[in-house]
């Protein structure tokens, strides 16, 4: 997967929100369900 691939399925099916922020230090947190990743 390319990185562009990866940053537009973060997009659409990831769930991110900033957990913490301090001293312009940043941790994201991301929930990205394992179905994304099975193929049918």
């Given at each position: 997967?390319?990185?562009?691939?990866?940053?537009?399925?973060?997009?659409?099916?990831?769930?991110?929100?900033?957990?913490?922020?301090?001293d312009?230090?940043?941790?994201?947190?991301?929930?990205?369900?394992?179905?994304?990743?099975?193929?049918?």
């Amino acid at each position: 997967m390319t990185r562009d691939d990866a940053f537009m399925l973060i997009s659409v099916a990831g769930d991110v929100e900033i957990s913490e922020l301090v001293d312009r230090n940043k941790c994201v947190h991301v929930i990205l369900p394992t179905a994304v990743f099975t193929k049918r």
